[in-house]
């Protein structure tokens, strides 16, 4: 596609008030195996996030809004939980988090680090432009387990490059087209707050974010936070 493009749908700030995006675009890199200090990094970040939560997972500010907000559309988020909140319970019961490739591991970290939803995303199958919005007729999803394509209902939060779904319910489960492997050339992460998580959390979080893909992956890397009054972007590619 001659240039990326990406935007929110005032649908979304709307129904959810205070919600940002921090989006980092990375090009050029070299993705490749977990990168020891990455793993490194991950390794504590798991250790702390055992020392920071106690009690009952889904009570915890940073989860208990994610579990609201699938309220507010539709979903049950006992069935359907937010990715940072399947991430947490996995690394409480203890158990680590695998490593899947320099890429995925880091947004693994900057999740579990920031309890923040922290999806990667390949730009190459891009055919529209990238929107996080409202489901609508006609979407399609491609689960990633190669099952039959399904059709999210609508009004449910989706990320999409028209009407092929590439996330649905929000950050919970992407499809079969969004794996970043070793031959991955473009991506972009994308890190999601809401109340009460201060807007400075997800900024940090994708600064970070940022700096560990330039320090181990190289390339080109660029990030930008998307709120209610910037909702949108768009590069050359």
Known sequence: MPQLTYAISADIFRLFPGY?????????????????????????AEAALRQRISGNVAEHPAIASWREAY?????KPSEHRSAVEALTRRVLKPDTLPAINTLVDIGNLISIKYLLPAGVHPTDALRHGAMLRLAKE??????????????????EVVFADG?????????????ASTQTGMDTRGVFFNIDGLPPTPRADVQA???????LVQAHCGGEVLCVLLDADNPGFSLQE
């Open 205 to 211: 979080a994708a600064a970070e974010a940022a700096a």
């Open 20 to 44: 940002c995006r921090g989006v980092v675009v990375a090009r050029g890199f070299a993705n490749g195996p977990s990168a020891p200090a990455v793993t490194a990094q991950l390794r504590e």
């Open 71 to 75: 309220r507010r559309f539709g979903a």
């Open 138 to 155: 006609g979407d399609q999803f491609a689960p990633p387990d190669g099952g039959a394509a399904e059709t999210p209902p609508p009004g």
């Open 163 to 175: 009407a092929s779904v590439l996330t649905r319910r929000w950050t919970w489960r992407q499809a």
